[in-house]
């Protein structure tokens, strides 16, 4: 006979883990699909948490849901064994590929990090981006396609790796450089460092879209486009031709720069493009004194992206302040993203906003 004292309830358990919320993707475990098996016998609560891929905060979560459960169970004789595993997600093949796009195949959604503007921040935040979602437990790739000034060397520190090529069924492929768990690509690692690329119209259109075509990067949720500032020819070509999931395009408020964004959101909505902007998100939208943090200054004017996005009807992905430690670790090549700071939640932000926005 079975003479332990509680019923224990599914139901229950399922509700107590409904609080237990995904840091980087703010959904429950529950709503994630990732509790999976949930069991009550002998005494024993068992059930299984599954990732759809590794994930950086797996052991912060299985805590969490032990001490939900225990929460709502706290006689210790009751045992909870929750078992984690990774089970990757099968990417869905994408169709009708043109020539050059099988490498690409196997990932799920290729953004475009693009601005009007040159020096808004785009490579800082598409880096930090790239990071956070790679911490966030995706599998992550970014195509530095800046052919005029590369910058992801610099700022992941890689400025002395070589990319190897492959010869892979009688084709060459680059492989990409791997740093905190992001696969880079960059034209930076094919040319002398100080010396600037001077490469105009086709080639340099046919450069970019290597640096996005011919490379090995596998299987991946997320492939990031680090796109060279401005709307010209090259782009348009460059964009038309991937099969992107939409643009992020990135400003700062001030309205020399907002005027740039029109002209870029009207090139990815334009007849021959006709990619989606997923949304603006608008960098160095006030700055903060460390000494005087509840201070907000707002130096290049106040939401001028929030306004833009009204006017456009697309969403306002994330505000990201100015701070001093983004540029450091712009420079230093160690972004802020990687560590679990303040000055890196505005990116773990955006990271979850886009996650949420492609509904993955
Ligand atoms: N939020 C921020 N806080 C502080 N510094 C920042 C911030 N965003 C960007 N920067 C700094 O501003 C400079 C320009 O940024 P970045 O190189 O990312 O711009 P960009 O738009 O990619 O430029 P380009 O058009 O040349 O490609 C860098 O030194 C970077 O570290
Ligand atoms: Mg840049």
Redesign the pocket.
Known sequence: MNNFKYVMDIKIIEDALRSVIHPAKEKSVIELGMVEDIKTEDGKIRFKLVFPSPDALSAQLKKSCEQAVRAVYPDPSIKINIMELVRERKIEKRVNLQLGQEQIENVAHIIAVA?G?????????AVNLAVALAKAGYRVGLADA?VY?P?VPIMTSTEDAHPEVADIDDKELIIPIVKYGVKWMSIGYFSPPGQPLIWRGPMASNALKQMVLQVRWGELDFLLI?L??GTGDIHISTVQDLPLSGAVV?STPQDVALADVEKGINMFRSKNVEKPVLGLIE??AWFTPEELPENRYYIFGKEGCKRMAEKFGVPLLGQ?????S??EG??NGEPVALSNRPDGQAFRDLAGKIVEILNY
């Open positions: 601005s503007k040159g020096g808004v921040g785009k490579s800082t935040v800046d000034g910058s680090d060279p500032p990135v960098n160095m990201i302040p100015i701070v001093q983004i540029r712009g420079d």
